[in-house]
């Protein structure tokens, strides 16, 4: 399993950015992907998950109505789109399969 992100950088409040995770190694359609972050000095929290097809997705209530997952499985890419993004965001973010693989991450800051 190889899970690799992409899309990260810096930018200011009230912008956006999007974010990409390429996976391999596993039947992609078949899993629920999500998306974690790790802000500095604070544990790793869950941040939005998508189910096999696309069809339910779920968000932690700070990005609800903010932030959009989705996913392409012929790619087997699952992608973050956050909008109106708060100094709050800044933060490691990481694609995530269950049990246990993730991505090395990449780095959002939200900065003025």
């Known amino acids: 399993v190889q899970l690799v992100e992409s899309g990260g950088g810096s930018v200011q409040p009230g912008g956006s950015l999007s974010l990409t995770c390429a996976a391999s190694?596993?039947?992609?359609?078949?899993?629920?992907m999500m998306w974690y972050r790790q802000a500095p000095g604070k544990e790793r929290e869950y941040v939005a998950e998508?189910?096999?097809?696309?069809?339910?997705?779920d968000y932690r209530d700070s990005v609800q109505g903010r932030f959009t997952i989705f996913r392409d499985d012929a790619k087997k890419m699952v992608y973050l789109r956050m909008n109106k993004l708060k100094p709050e965001d800044t933060a490691v973010y990481y694609c995530?399969?269950?049990?246990?693989?993730w991505g090395q991450g990449t780095q959002v800051t939200v900065s003025s």
């Open positions: 995530h399969r269950a049990p246990d693989f």
């Open positions: 190694g596993f039947s992609f359609s078949s899993y629920t």
């Open positions: 998508v189910s096999l097809g696309g069809e339910v997705t």
